[in-house]
Each structure stands twice: as structure tokens, then as C-alpha cells.
């Protein structure tokens, strides 16, 4: 019937819940879905009408997937009683693989936390087992540099409008002269500019993947160079960055000594 009564309802959202009512001349199928619609504490469903030969029915959707969209619906009127019947057209459901004979359950096709460091976009259902293949994504590892050169740049070139002299407008920056900026300064420019001969990698040196240092303290990048380092030895460019170490190692431990507590 297009009118459900009266009373409250309540919808159940994986573990979350939250409750409309309905009044005496406000209680059709439309009122109730614009009420779970606007519910200022609607924990993701939405509410839309059915109609067909049966008559008009009231649909409930929810916005997250596998067991946290999980839906439930109750109802109750002033004494108590329930005024609505309800029934499951399409159940929860976890994403379910099984990896080397282990189970994996996630809320989403796209599993990214079964394997260490692989992200899975699941397509369809497989009764045999399947054989994965991975692959080295170079274009991911050149953007990851390019995103440590262009953070490192931000970096020197907010310090040199802190610390620097403009010409044009004869002002000084409010940090010139600091001792512990220039000394700031002089580590970072050591720290891209040296070499790192502990890495056990091939590549000890910025400017062996095409990572030069400027004049002004920023870094450029030859991309083609780049490219070709990462392609005949991906693994020394990780080394040179990520290993205990590299580059990374030693830009940590030396902003921690300007930055760290103490």
C-alpha cells in the first residue's frame, strides 16, 4: 500500500542505524522515503518508488558496499507493534579471494591490503584459480621522484623568499642571516649533491638518474635520463631513495635535528 501507517522507522546500516517518523496524514511511501532522503543523520541509503502490476514499493539502496551496506528495516507504532514487511532483493556481500589457499573478505572489489605493496580491482567470480601476474609500474616510480624534486623545490624556495634579499622592492626577508636557515640551507644542498655509497645499489648519485642541482638550490630533472635509469635498474633507484642509507634516511634524521623536540 502506497500508505504504511504511522510510528517510527528504523534502518540499520551495517552497525549504524537512524530513525524517522511518521505522522497521521503523513505517512505514505512517498513521505517515508523523503524522510530517510533528508534524515540529517542518514548513515548512506537512499530511498527511491517502485511501481509495477503490484502496486508501489519502496526501495532502499546503500551507498557503501559488503557488510558495512548491509540493510535493515524496522518499524514500530505507538504501542509497539511493527506496520511494514519488508524483503531482501540483493543481500550484502563481501568480496571473497583466496590467496596461495588464504582467505581474504574485504567490503570492496578493490582489495588493496591481501598483498603487500599490490592493489587487485576484482572483476567478476572464478570457481578455478587464476594465475596473477605483476608488474613493475615505471610510470608510478618516475612520478614518485618527480614528487620528491618538485616538494624539495617548494621547500628551497620558500626559504629563499624568507631568507633572501628582493632587489626590486630593496626589502629583506624576515629570516635573513638566520644562522640555523643558512645552515638549513647548506645541509639540503649537501644531501641531494653527495654520494651514497652504502646503498647497495648501482646508482649512488642524483645525477645518475638525472636529477641535477641549480644555481638557486632547486633541483631539475632530465626526464629521459630518468626514465632510462629506472628501466635498466629500478632497484637501485628505490635503494638510492628508500634504503637506510639513502637519500631518505638522510634528509630525515637532518630535519628531525632542526625540527624534532629537545
Known sequence: SSTVGDGT?????????????????SDSLAALASAINNAPDNKGVSASLITDSGGTRLMLTAQQTGNAGALTLSSADSSGASFMSTSQVQPAQ???????????YGDS?????????VTLNLQATSATAAPL???YNQQAAASA??????????????IASQAGYNATTQTAGPLMAN???????RQLGTIVGVAYNGTGGNYSMLSQIGITLNGDGTLSTDNTKLTNALSADPTSVQKLFASNGGIGTSMNNTLNGFLGAG
Do not use: C, E, M, R
Not at 522507522?9 to 496524514?25: C, H, M, Q
Not at 563481501?94 to 581474504?104: K, L, N, P
Not at 644562522?179 to 640551507?185: A, G, H, I
Open 133 to 135: 601476474t605483476l608488474s
Open 145 to 158: 621522484v618527480q614528487a620528491f624534486v618538485s616538494a624539495y623545490n617548494a621547500v628551497v624556495k620558500d
Open 94 to 104: 563481501q568480496a571473497h579471494i583466496q590467496v596461495d589457499g588464504f582467505d581474504y
Open 9 to 25: 522507522v528504523t534502518i540499520g546500516v551495517g552497525s549504524n542505524s537512524f530513525s524517522v517518523k511518521l505522522a497521521p496524514g
Open 109 to 117: 572489489n578493490t582489495v588493496s591490503n591481501a598483498i603487500s605493496g
Open 179 to 185: 644562522p640555523l636557515v643558512q645552515s638549513l640551507t
